[in-house]
């Protein structure tokens, strides 16, 4: 196993096949990543008081943090890390302990906290700022700092959520044919 593919606890992260991990990234810990899924230079995953499940066709983008909430007394579900298939998480992001859905891109610098959900087909802006417990509705852009919702997606910018997974599932394979 690499050294930035890490145990922690006795409990080893589960990379699917064709997955690149980029080797600045650091994954340990409780974490599954599926088929095609891509984890770019200097994403930190660290699934150690909690869960992290990254679905298939997901990309992290570089300097991206991605982390989760420890089972307590008041809260004993804590809060995983639950990210859905086809879903584009851009540039130095922060998701901590939400719930995303299939086909979404977050926009660079954007920060999602514990107990958000995030359903399927959402633009999510760069530097958006999505507080704790809140729900993003199916099929809108969502801004601003804390998040509101902008306006509802055109059919081409759904159609580019679907796009933007394949896009990056083209782009890992070719990094996977240089190594």
Request: aromatic letters at 6%; a neutral charge.
């Amino acid at each position: 196993m690499p050294n930035n593919i890490r145990s922690f606890k006795g409990i080893t992260p589960q990379i699917s096949h064709q997955c690149y991990i980029d080797s600045t990234a650091v994954i340990v810990g409780d974490i599954a990543i599926g088929v095609d899924s891509s984890i770019w230079p200097l994403v930190a995953a660290r699934g150690d008081v909690n869960v992290i499940r990254i679905g298939e066709r997901t990309n992290i983008q570089d300097g991206t943090i991605l982390h989760v909430t420890r089972k307590s007394q008041s809260n004993p579900d804590g809060f995983p890390l639950i990210i859905g298939d086809d879903v584009t998480i851009g540039h130095q992001c922060m998701l901590h302990g939400c719930k995303l859905g299939n086909r979404i891109l977050v926009g660079m610098g954007a920060i999602i906290m514990d107990g958000a959900k995030v359903q399927d087909d959402v633009f999510i802006g760069a530097g958006t700022l999505v507080p704790p417990n809140k729900v993003l509705e199916s099929g809108y852009l969502y801004v601003g700092n804390p998040m509101k919702k902008a306006r509802p997606l055109k059919e081409g910018e759904i159609a580019f959520l679907k796009q933007s997974a394949i896009n990056y599932v083209e782009l890992k394979n070719d990094y996977l044919a240089e190594i």
